[in-house]
C-alpha cells in the first residue's frame, strides 16, 4: 500500500486538533532578506560572535557591539514579512491553543500580527540596562543614536540590545512559558539549524510529551532524524503548501456537514 504524502499527514492531524505550538529560526525570515547565522552567507560566516554577542564583547567594546546590532537593525527595518509570517499570524487566530516560540530577534511575527509570540532570544528592538540597575528601559532604536553607547535614565549605566547573547541564560519566566508549550498536540521546527540550546531540546520535550513533530527546512539539521515528519523545502513553500491542504480537508468535511 503507498504510504500517505507526509504533508497530507500533517495536513489531517493539523485538521483535527486545536493545540499547535511553532519554534522558528532564522530561516523564517531568509525569504524576507534577513541574513540568517549559518547558512552560506550567514552572519557568523563574516563575523565573530565572541566579538559582538556575548556579556565579555559588550564589556570590552560597547560601541563596536551597538554599532553592529544598529546595522542589523536598519537591514530588518526594510524587510517585510513573508508568507511563513503570514501564515503563521493567520494560524495563531485559527487555533484555540497556538503558541509561537521564536528565536529570532527581527519582530517580523509581530509586524505580521502573530498572536502568542514568546521572544525565546529577546528583541533587537527592545534594550535595557546593563548597569547597576539592571531594568527594561525605552529608547527608540529606529534610528541610529548619537551617543554609543546610550545611557540608563534611571542609573546612568550602559543600555544594551535586550538580546541574548551567548553565554547568558534565557529569561526564566520564557523559558518555563516555552517548556509548558511543549504541552501540544503538533509541534513544529521551522528555519532552525537546531544547534542551539535550550532552544534545540524543545522539539525532544514536545515528542515525550506526545506531540506530533514536524520539520520544516530546506537542509537536513540535527533534528530531522529525531522528528516525526521531516518536509524538506523553503518554509514559505512548503507551510503555504500545507496551509492549502488543510483548508481544503476544513473545507470539504464542512462541506460533508452541511450536506
Ligand atoms: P541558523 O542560521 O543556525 O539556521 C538557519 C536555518 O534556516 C538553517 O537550518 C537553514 O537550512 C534554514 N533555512 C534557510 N532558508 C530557509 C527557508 N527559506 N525556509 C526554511 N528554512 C530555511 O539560525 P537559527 O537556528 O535560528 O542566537 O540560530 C539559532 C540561534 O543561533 C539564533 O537565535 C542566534 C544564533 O546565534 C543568538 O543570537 C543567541
Redesign the pocket.
Known sequence: MPSLDPTLRVARRLAEIERVTVL?????S??SGVP????RD???RTFR?EEL?TPHAFARDPRLVWEWYDWRRQRIAACSPNR?HEVLAEWSRRYPRFRLIT???DGLHERAGTQHVLR??GSIWDVRCAGGCARDAWLDVRVPLPDLPPRCPRCDGPLRPD????G?PVDPRVAALARDATLCDVFFT???????YP??GLAHEARARGAMTVE????P?EATALVDVALQ??????LDALDRAVCKIAGSSSARGAS
Open positions: 522558528t529560526g532564522a530561516g523564517v531568509a525569504a540568517t547565522f549559518r547558512g550567514g552572519l557568523w560572535p554577542a511563513v528565536q529570532n530577534v525565546y532570544h538580546v541574548v547573547w551567548f547568558e521551522i528555519g532552525t539549524s537546531a544547534v542551539v532552544a534545540a520544516i527546512n530546506p537542509e539539521t523545502g523553503p518554509a514559505e513553500d512548503v
